[in-house]
């Protein structure tokens, strides 16, 4: 199994750019999650998923969009790109609500 | 909302047991504890979790005290490769929200 797999692992946009974030799992993981991590700090949730064509908002959603139209992709679209959304994005998935959530490698994205 | 309490730091002899402390006070009843690292840049990897019973796997050990406000990750043999960002998680109720915090990084010294 690949496991979690992310495109692009490097990416520089223009503000006001948009793009959209790969994410696919291979594990037939119900849950999906995206996170956002800024230099020195932990995680934050910006949205996740409890299966295909369910998606709910994290702590942070405002600026991203999502959709999960199968099982294994969980596409997260940036629109309108901001420099306060230059971060590391790192997508997630598992089993179950309690299971152990198996991350990707992340992206590294810079809005300038 | 039951966040979590980590030192920013700790050092740690090779070959001897890390203890990492987290504090949970505002847990409540039915949520889990969660243990996660982070080695550079890399995706956090799950080290282990629990309820009200301490834990062990073939990476930690989970001690959860009796009115569960904190836990202890304990790494038994410290190694160079245990260096890393470690995360004390508590899962609330509300789904949408799993704190990461800031956690604590341990530097595993020869």
């Known amino acids: 199994n690949a496991g979690v797999t992310q495109t692009p692992k490097f990416r520089i946009l223009k503000i006001g750019q948009s793009m959209t974030l790969q994410c696919t799992q291979d594990m037939n993981h119900n849950y999906m999650y995206w996170y956002r991590q800024d230099p020195g700090m932990g995680l934050k949730l910006i949205y996740y998923s409890v299966g295909a064509g369910i998606t709910d908002k994290g702590e942070v959603p405002n600026g991203y969009n999502v959709s999960r139209s199968t099982t294994e992709d969980f596409p997260l679209r940036l629109e309108l790109a901001a420099p306060s959304q230059t971060s590391v994005y790192f997508c997630?998935?598992?089993?179950?609500?309690?299971?152990?959530?198996?991350f990707g490698p992340g992206t590294r994205l810079t809005v300038t | 909302d039951a966040k979590t309490t980590q030192p920013p730091s700790m050092d740690c002899a090779e070959g001897r047991a890390a203890n990492l402390p987290c504090n949970h006070s505002t847990i409540s009843g039915n949520e889990y504890v969660y243990w996660y690292r982070q080695i550079h840049s890399q995706g956090p990897q799950y080290i282990i979790h629990?309820?009200?019973n301490n834990e062990t796997n073939e990476m930690a050990s989970l001690i959860i005290t009796e009115d569960r406000k904190s836990s202890t990750l304990i790494l038994p043999h410290a190694t160079l490769r245990d260096t890393a960002v470690y995360y004390c998680i508590v899962r609330l109720y509300n789904f949408n929200k799993f704190y990461f915090g800031s956690g604590t990084k341990l530097n595993v010294k020869p």
């Open positions: 629990g309820l009200k």
């Open positions: 997630a998935s598992s089993y179950g609500r309690e299971s152990e959530q198996y």
